[in-house]
């Protein structure tokens, strides 16, 4: 079963910041917190991930509470094709393998 | 780079018929997957490869699933016989073996089984 909780659906304003929460409750202290996210009729797609310090790539922002029992996906200025089911997926970097949940889609909205 | 390339793209068969799926990854990556969609849920992992052995296979069902990869590159999925339940897209996905281990998937083969 997979070790996250996140919100069935939300919407976005285009140009607007979409923050996607996770609740990970049960997290362990070598455990990661892995986003990805699946556009429609494609493979899932790498975003971002995080141990327990704040990170920022090109595609995203992820913030981490301090007790890591929650995180936040920002994606700073949503477009159309940030439209997508965003998965939060919590493993040890070596060894465990991906458990996906049903995600968060998220429609963003012109 | 070219990325995960399957096909075929789309199957439609009836219940006890078989059908294979092939998968080619990225050039290099050691370590191939084969995940099990069903709409409106998020992929589950069939079946791990490193190189050419097996390391997970605990969710495959043996009794009609069957995978290989041969020589550590290419691998198909085969299904014999087809259930109605096993509609779903089956991806593909792989990695290096890099302290990120970021997976790569493929686009998907979408299966219906009548």
């Known amino acids: 079963d997979a070790k996250t909780t996140q919100p069935p659906s939300m919407d976005c304003a285009e140009g607007r910041a979409a923050n996607l929460p996770c609740n990970h409750s049960t997290i362990s202290g070598n455990e990661y917190v892995y986003w990805y996210r699946q556009i429609h009729s494609q493979g899932p797609q790498y975003i971002i991930h995080?141990?327990?310090n704040n990170e920022t790539n090109e595609m995203a922002s992820l913030i981490i509470t301090e007790d890591r029992k929650s995180s936040t996906l920002i994606l700073p200025h949503a477009t159309l094709r940030d439209t997508a089911v965003y998965y939060c997926?919590?493993?040890?970097?070596?060894?465990?393998?991906?458990?996906f949940g049903p995600g968060t889609r998220l429609s963003v909205l012109p | 780079e070219a990325g995960v390339a399957q096909s075929p793209r789309y199957k439609i068969i009836e219940k006890r018929q078989s059908v294979a799926f092939w998968c080619n990854p990225i050039s290099g990556h050691a370590t191939l997957y084969w995940y099990q969609q069903i709409l409106g849920q998020g992929p589950k992992l069939l079946i791990q490869?490193?190189?050419?052995?097996?390391?997970?296979d605990s969710q495959l069902p043996k009794d009609r699933f069957s995978a290989e990869r041969l020589k550590g590159v290419d691998s198909t999925l085969k299904i014999q016989p087809a259930k109605l339940e096993d509609s779903a897209v089956y991806l593909c996905?792989?990695?290096?073996?890099?302290?990120?281990?970021?997976?790569?998937f493929g686009p998907g083969t979408r299966l219906t089984v009548l």
């Open positions: 996905a792989s990695s290096l073996l890099t302290g990120r281990n970021e997976q790569f």
């Open positions: 997926i919590v493993r040890v970097s070596y060894g465990q393998n991906f458990v």
């Open positions: 490869f490193q190189n050419n052995g097996v390391v997970d």
């Open positions: 995080g141990l327990k």
